[in-house]
C-alpha cells in the first residue's frame, strides 16, 4: 500500500533551521507530486510547498516564500523541505500528501502521511 512517512520535526529556537522528510513508497515520486501542509492548534491546514512530478515546478505559500526550499530525490523516494529562519509562527504539525503528476489544491491529494511536528520557540 501507499505510505507517507514524515520525519526531522523537533523543538527549535526562531533563527535555526530543520530539514523535513517524506518517504515515499508504494507510489513513484516519477508521477506524484509531492505537497508539505502544515496545521497549527486551533486552526485549519494550510498548503506551504509543493513539487510537480511533471516538470518540477515548485510552490511556496508567501509565509514561506524565501526561507524554505522543497526538493525530491526520486530515486530515494523522497522528498525534503527544508526550513530556514524559522519563526514562532511556524509551529505546526507538518504533513506531506501526493497527488498524480500536478500540485493541486489541498483537497485533491490523494495521500497523506501523519505528520510531524515542528515547535519554533524561545
Known amino acids: 500500500q501507499v505510505q507517507l512517512v514524515e520525519s526531522g520535526g523537533g523543538l527549535v529556537q526562531p533563527g535555526s533551521s530543520l530539514r523535513l522528510s517524506c518517504v515515499v513508497s508504494?507510489?513513484?515520486?516519477?508521477?506524484?507530486?509531492i505537497g508539505w501542509f502544515r496545521q497549527a492548534p486551533g486552526k485549519e491546514r494550510e498548503a506551504v510547498s509543493c513539487?510537480?512530478?511533471?516538470?518540477?515546478?515548485?510552490y511556496y505559500t508567501n509565509a514561506v516564500e524565501g526561507r524554505f526550499t522543497i526538493s525530491r530525490d526520486n530515486a530515494k523516494n523522497t522528498v525534503y523541505l527544508e526550513m530556514n529562519r524559522l519563526k514562532p509562527e511556524d509551529t505546526a504539525v507538518y504533513y506531506c500528501?501526493?497527488?498524480?503528476?500536478?500540485?493541486?489544491?489541498?483537497?485533491?491529494?490523494?495521500?497523506w502521511g501523519q505528520g510531524t511536528q515542528v515547535t519554533v520557540s524561545s
Open positions: 500528501a501526493a497527488e498524480q503528476a500536478v500540485c493541486v489544491p489541498e483537497s485533491f491529494y490523494d495521500y
Open positions: 513539487i510537480s512530478a511533471t516538470d518540477g515546478s515548485t
Open positions: 508504494g507510489l513513484s515520486l516519477d508521477y506524484y507530486a
